[in-house]
């Protein structure tokens, strides 16, 4: 019902605008955090977050499809921030995405859609166990979900079951692309493969606090300059998913090391809930994960989950991680 009220007063403002669409959406959590066993150790965090979707969406007479999106995002007590906007167009076959959005490796099947587990402890998701390659040391981009984030520019062409995605990391001083890539997926019958590549340019430059915790973990800056990704995925659209991701480091290693990584990931349904696993070895060395999320219907959910990571990565902490907390959607 909010929706509807919400479209028909855009529909009165915006005169013309036959199919002009404004929606909102929000979503909330609250949990507690121990790291008893981590490096370095603290007892117990207790955090907090309420982010506000807002989606515009839009038709011309001629059939192009068009929108944007933004977020507001407040955590803890701290003041809230707005996540940067991105803007699309699409005739149904070609789609352009500009703004604060995923490259064209993080956009395709596998790099984000199976299991991951748990939630931050902190404003710079210090302690977020992310479904993701690196985490916070990957060579592709990827969209800042509640602040300001890379301007990408990003192109993706389907035809059926294929999509090939190009994309570039604008920089508004120079107006050049800093951090190009392209991928291929192809997906049926629940299966995916994707394939990727990219020339990530200059690594992004490592804070002193970073250096000092790398350092204190026998670590250092990575070296790459981009990398060359390869997906298998697995859905059989009853909450059955599984993903394996590998990539081969161009120009250098991650910042333990290795001149290759992977994650496994998958989820499931167990007990009336949803479970979620992985394993990997990547810039955090050997890591590995487990939640369990149960629906109390109505948008909330009741989650636990408990990490482990071998190294200190860029903002999370190594060892043993646990939580326990509720999730909300409005």
């Given amino acids: 019902m909010k929706k509807v009220l919400l479209t028909t007063s855009a529909l009165t403002l915006i005169a013309g605008a036959a199919f002009a669409d404004v929606s909102l959406s929000g979503s909330a959590r609250i949990n507690i955090q121990t790291n008893a066993g981590s490096t370095p150790a603290h007892k117990a965090l207790v955090s907090n977050r309420a982010r506000l979707n807002v989606k515009l969406s839009g038709q011309s007479d001629g059939g192009l499809s068009f929108g944007a999106s933004t977020r507001l995002q407040t955590t803890g007590g701290a003041g809230g921030s707005v ?184 989820g499931m349904p167990v007990g009336g809930g949803n479970a979620s696993v992985f394993v990997a070895n990547d810039a955090g060395g050997n890591r590995s994960g487990v939640n369990y999320k149960y629906s109390l219907g109505g948008g909330a959910s009741v989650i636990a989950a408990v990490t482990h990571s071998q190294h200190i990565l860029a903002g999370q902490r190594a060892g043993t991680n646990a939580s326990f907390g509720m999730t909300f959607k409005f």
């Fill in 83 to 266: 996540q940067g906007a991105t803007v699309f167009v699409s005739n149904g076959a070609v789609k352009l995405s500009v703004g604060n959005t995923d490259g064209a490796i993080a956009s395709t099947i596998g790099m984000y859609a199976v299991g991951g587990c748990g939630w931050s402890a902190s404003n710079a998701y210090g302690n977020y166990c992310a479904n993701v390659l690196d985490v916070f040391d990957s060579p592709f981009q990827s969209s800042s979900s509640g602040g300001a984030g890379p301007q990408v520019a990003r192109v993706d062409f389907g035809a059926g079951p294929l999509k090939l995605s190009a994309s570039t990391t604008l920089n508004n001083t120079t107006g050049v692309g800093t951090h190009n890539e392209v991928a291929l997926s192809y997906s049926a019958g629940g299966f995916g493969v994707s394939v990727g590549a990219n020339n990530k340019g200059t690594h992004a430059a490592y804070t002193a606090t970073q250096l000092a915790a790398l350092a204190a973990d026998g670590l250092v800056a990575a070296t790459y300059t981009g990398g060359t990704y390869a997906t298998l995925s697995y859905g059989n659209g009853s909450g059955l998913n599984v993903a394996l991701t590998g990539v081969r480091y161009k120009g250098g290693a991650n910042q333990n090391g290795k001149t290759s990584a992977y994650i496994l990931k998958a």
